[in-house]
């Protein structure tokens, strides 16, 4: 009943939301724990290595560093959530909060870009290269499947800079334009970055869709709808794909969660001030306030993806709802 239904859906929705967030306090947690047993402290490398002993306790009090584990890992949740996270030791006076918050936007354009990418090249090779198994199609995506996931994300990186930016002058190497000067430069700019991204995921996507299709396509369903005389485009997109795209979404939430991550390095390739290349710069500055922040909200990424993922298969498939 529809009652039924409803109800279902609440209650996993419930559990869902309800194991995110143990999931999700559980990563911060041994994130703080990770860097609490670091060697030095904020205090130490605020102050240099010229500060007193009792210059350097001082400011462990000031910072609430000399107070218990838990107490002070529950302080800093709080701050965490409250976005009062203080101030940077890398970028004196600026607090962290505003440099994350000034480079969100970056980010998230970069991975939605990338994600749109994964989407726009995989569907196409995935259907393209079902209709023949053993066809010339077929082998030649599965050849550059396999020819893609094997280069590193730098290494593609540093080709496109020479190939589309130095030979092809598509775009300017480090002549990153803010979205606030122009959005059209901005989008431009990130384009080629977005595609070394979405490179590797659309690669493995082409590789389970296809075979995901194949097994669809294997199923009494489409033998029925061919034995009614469908045309084989209806078959393959209305019957087969509908089916074959629900377990995707399984893969393409730990595409989303790779694609964060990924950005990381092509941040740093490309010069593009976002979250990645501000971890990397905080890494260098052992910066270790700004390192926990990030590492936490890398984290989050990757597990909210992967629950998303989850809750819209729910959605989509209904054999799923019934359950």
Same mark, same amino acid.
């Given at each position: 009943?529809?009652?039924?239904?409803?109800a279902?859906?609440?209650?996993?929705?419930?559990?869902?939301?309800?194991?995110?967030?143990?999931?999700?306090?559980?990563?911060?947690?041994?994130t703080?724990?990770? *860097?609490?047993?670091?060697?030095?402290?904020?205090?130490?490398?605020?102050? %240099?290595?010229?500060?007193?002993?009792?210059?350097?306790?001082?400011?462990?009090?000031?910072?609430?560093?000399?107070?218990?584990?838990?107490?002070?890992?529950?302080?800093?949740?709080?701050?965490?959530?409250?976005?009062?996270?203080?101030?940077?030791?890398? *970028?004196?006076?600026?607090?962290i =909060? =505003?440099?994350?918050?000034?480079?969100?936007?970056?980010?998230?354009?970069?991975? %939605?870009?990338?994600?749109?990418?994964?989407?726009?090249?995989?569907?196409?090779?995935?259907?393209? #290269?079902?209709?023949?198994?053993?066809?010339?199609?077929?082998?030649?995506?599965?050849?550059?499947?396999?020819?893609?996931?094997?280069?590193? /994300?730098?290494?593609?990186?540093?080709?496109?800079?020479?190939?589309?930016?130095?030979?092809?002058?598509?775009?300017?190497?480090? %002549?990153?334009?803010?979205?606030g000067?122009?959005? =059209?430069?901005?989008?431009?700019?990130? *384009?080629?970055?977005? &595609?070394?991204?979405? !490179?590797?995921?659309?690669?493995?996507?082409?590789? *389970?869709?296809?075979?995901?299709?194949?097994q669809?396509?294997?199923?009494?369903?489409v033998?029925?709808?061919?034995?009614? /005389?469908?045309?084989?485009?209806?078959?393959? &997109?209305?019957?087969?794909?509908?089916?074959?795209?629900?377990?995707? !979404?399984?893969?393409?939430?730990?595409?989303?969660?790779?694609?964060?991550?990924?950005?990381?390095? !092509?941040?740093?390739?490309f010069?593009?001030?976002?979250? /990645?290349?501000?971890?990397?710069? #905080?890494?260098?500055?052992?910066?270790?306030?700004?390192?926990?922040?990030?590492?936490?909200?890398?984290?989050?990424?990757?597990v909210?993806?992967?629950?998303?993922?989850?809750?819209?298969?729910?959605?989509?498939?209904?054999?799923?709802?019934?359950?």
């Amino acid at each position: 009943s529809v009652a039924g239904t409803v109800a279902g859906t609440a209650s996993f929705l419930l559990r869902r939301i309800s194991a995110t967030a143990a999931t999700l306090f559980l990563v911060s947690l041994l994130t703080f724990a990770a *860097f609490t047993l670091i060697p030095g402290d904020a205090a130490s490398l605020t102050l %240099g290595v010229e500060a007193t002993a009792e210059q350097v306790a001082a400011l462990r009090a000031e910072m609430g560093l000399d107070r218990s584990f838990p107490v002070q890992y529950l302080s800093w949740l709080g701050k965490f959530f409250t976005g009062n996270l203080g101030n940077s030791s890398r *970028f004196r006076g600026v607090s962290i =909060s =505003s440099l994350i918050l000034e480079r969100l936007p970056v980010t998230f354009t970069l991975a %939605g870009l990338a994600l749109i990418f994964v989407l726009l090249i995989s569907l196409p090779l995935s259907l393209l #290269s079902v209709r023949r198994e053993n066809g010339a199609p077929a082998k030649i995506v599965t050849a550059l499947t396999a020819l893609t996931v094997s280069f590193p /994300g730098f290494f593609l990186g540093v080709l496109f800079i020479w190939i589309f930016g130095l030979v092809l002058k598509f775009f300017v190497p480090g %002549g990153y334009v803010g979205y606030g000067e122009s959005i =059209s430069a901005f989008l431009g700019y990130l *384009f080629c970055p977005a &595609l070394v991204i979405a !490179i590797p995921g659309a690669a493995m996507m082409t590789k *389970f869709l296809r075979a995901s299709l194949f097994q669809e396509l294997g199923n009494a369903y489409v033998r029925t709808a061919r034995s009614k /005389g469908n045309p084989w485009r209806r078959i393959l &997109l209305v019957h087969a794909l509908r089916n074959a795209v629900i377990p995707a !979404i399984t893969l393409l939430g730990m595409i989303t969660g790779e694609v964060f991550s990924g950005s990381i390095v !092509i941040e740093q390739v490309f010069a593009i001030p976002g979250i /990645g290349k501000l971890l990397l710069t #905080s890494i260098g500055a052992r910066d270790y306030a700004m390192v926990q922040t990030l590492a936490v909200y890398m984290a989050f990424m990757v597990v909210l993806a992967n629950t998303c993922a989850d809750i819209a298969i729910r959605m989509i498939d209904p054999r799923i709802r019934q359950a």
